[in-house]
């Protein structure tokens, strides 16, 4: 019988992330969100007058994919582009239905939070150390 392979944390890591963000995805699917699309409404909400660029670099796609997820988001009346007309510079921000919606998935990533806490403690108490001490820069 052959040995197990050493612990990699950067295996053990990408696995729970795999398995935690379609955790995630299943989660927000009755919202009609999946990560991307929450991670693109947060960024226009934390930066109300977001363009297209800065949203884009923020979320590591290409500017194109951002007209193509804001379009679907204003169609929806989560997004408001107040582009006074085309070519002029965009001038992202949430709308209160939108606003309405991250309230709902911050409901959703707070029960997966707790549940994750409850059946993890010990992980959770040593991300939250880690992260503290990175963002810190104790570390």
């Given at each position: 019988m052959s040995?197990?392979?050493?612990?990699?944390?950067?295996?053990?890591?990408?696995t729970v992330g795999r398995v935690w963000e379609a955790a995630f995805n299943a989660a927000l699917k009755p919202l009609g969100l999946t990560t991307?699309?929450?991670?693109?409404?947060?960024?226009?909400?934390?930066?109300?007058?977001?363009?297209?660029?800065?949203?884009?670099?923020?979320?590591?796609?290409?500017?194109?994919?951002?007209?193509?997820?804001?379009?679907a988001f204003?169609?929806?009346?989560?997004?408001?582009?107040?582009?006074?007309h085309a070519g002029a510079a965009s001038s992202l921000r949430v709308t209160a239905e939108g606003e309405s919606l991250l309230a709902r998935a911050a409901e959703v990533v707070a029960r997966l939070d707790a549940e994750f806490a409850e059946q993890h403690p010990e992980l959770t108490e040593a991300l939250r150390i880690h992260l503290t001490r990175v963002v810190s820069g104790a570390d």
């Open positions: 040995e197990p392979p050493p612990f990699s944390p950067t295996v053990t890591l990408l991307r699309k929450y991670g693109l409404l947060g960024h226009v909400r934390g930066t109300p007058g977001i363009s297209f660029s800065e949203l884009a670099r923020r979320s590591r796609i290409t500017v194109q994919s951002a007209h193509t997820a804001v379009a204003v169609a929806a009346g989560l997004v408001d582009d107040g582009t006074a």
